[in-house]
């Protein structure tokens, strides 16, 4: 019986990480949508898509039933709860990964302008996802804080973009419509990184129990209590 529950938990990770590499591919055919300005990516973003969807649902049904008929404890549980929010996470990963090729099939059609920081964006978002879905597979607790420590770098990225992108806005009328969509495009790449975040911290819980949402983990260390 346990060897049938260690065989169906490890095709639950491999499952979820297959998830992962299609969502990761997503992010990356989206944004050659916007910058090689070839409509195709696009096509590419929503068949990928639709296996993410698949899976989603797949990974739930495994999950669930992996809870009814082993009745898992300690951390093959926690490993399930996480696998939960992950696949919650990587769907909405590939929803902003459409969100960007839908936008950006409609600036193909217009003059090119200014992107801001969004190519830096790109890199993180995809990096960070990259690594948290690493941190997973191999239950890196150190390199899931080191996706967490980068949110703050994306975000501030995002405010530069859109700052940049008023501007232009503010001198160039014309430019308003394409710069809006651009700056669509940075919060998607924002909300992405999010997601990757939620992830490293779905792995900290699965590895050490530990919830550190919210900043939970910063309160409750002797550091912060001091200051």
Not at 46 to 51: L, S, Y
Not at 146 to 158: A, H, M, S, Y
Not at 171 to 198: C, F, G, K, Y
Request: hydrophobic share 45%.
């Amino acid at each position: 019986m346990q060897r049938h529950f260690d065989v169906d938990l490890e095709a639950l990770r491999s499952t979820l990480l297959e998830m992962g590499g299609i969502a990761e591919d997503m992010i990356g055919h989206a944004v050659k949508v916007l910058t090689e300005r070839d409509e195709s990516f696009a096509d590419q973003v929503q068949e990928m898509e639709k296996r993410v969807n698949a899976l989603h649902i797949e990974i739930d049904d495994r999950c669930l039933k992996l809870i009814a008929l082993h009745q898992p404890a300690a951390g093959d549980l926690r490993l399930i709860a996480a696998a939960i929010k992950i696949n919650s996470d990587l769907e909405r990963i590939g929803d902003q990964a459409v969100n960007i090729a839908e936008t950006a099939t409609y600036l193909c059609h217009l003059p090119r302008i200014k992107l801001g920081d969004i190519p830096r964006m790109v890199e993180l978002a995809a990096g960070m996802t990259k690594d948290s879905l690493d941190a997973f597979s191999r239950r890196d607790v150190e390199l899931a804080r080191e996706v967490i420590g980068r949110d703050d770098e994306e975000d501030q990225l995002k405010s530069e973009t859109f700052n940049e992108l008023l501007a232009l806005m503010q001198s160039d009328a014309s430019t308003i419509q394409r710069a809006m969509d651009i700056i669509l495009i940075a919060r998607n790449l924002e909300r992405i990184a999010d997601h990757a975040t939620n992830i490293a911290e779905d792995v900290i819980f699965m590895v050490l129990g530990k919830d550190i949402r919210h900043g939970a983990e910063r309160r409750e260390s002797p550091e912060a209590a001091q200051q």
